[in-house]
């Protein structure tokens, strides 16, 4: 098993910053690919970005490519997420994700996920 635990959400003003943080115990954190996801209300679940187990490769949504970085601290047992400029359409609960082997885009590929963070940016 692996707990998943994001901080960092809030509310920001469009174009401003926030950095997500997600906190994993359990099994060996560095056996994992790590991603996140974000959904909005009304809305399903959708792929942000993704992260090798090495950290070497990472994959990007195209909306958020140039602004948002993901990135891990395998010592700590922890992956980001740099979101700069963000925008009113950010919006969302966002939730990381671990899965073993390769990162992929989608959710059903993921084993385990976190509780989710929200994230609001006002326009």
């Known amino acids: 098993q692996v707990q998943l635990v994001e901080s960092g959400g809030g509310l920001v003003q469009a174009g401003g910053s926030l950095r997500l943080s997600c906190a994993a115990s359990?099994?060996?954190?560095?056996?994992?690919?790590m991603a996140w996801f974000r959904q909005a209300p009304g809305k399903e679940r959708e792929f942000v970005a993704a992260?090798?187990?090495?950290?070497?490769?990472?994959l990007y949504t195209d909306s958020v490519k140039g602004r948002f970085t993901i990135s891990r601290e395998n010592a700590k047992n922890t992956v980001y997420l740099q979101m700069n400029s963000l925008k009113p359409e950010d919006t969302a609960v966002y939730y990381c994700?671990?899965?073993?082997?390769?990162?992929?885009?989608?959710?059903?590929?993921?084993?385990?996920w976190g509780q989710g963070t929200q994230v609001t940016v006002s326009s």
């Open positions: 994700a671990a899965k073993t082997s390769s990162p992929r885009t989608k959710s059903k590929e993921y084993t385990y």
């Open positions: 359990g099994r060996t954190f560095s056996n994992y690919a």
């Open positions: 992260i090798t187990s090495s950290g070497l490769t990472t």
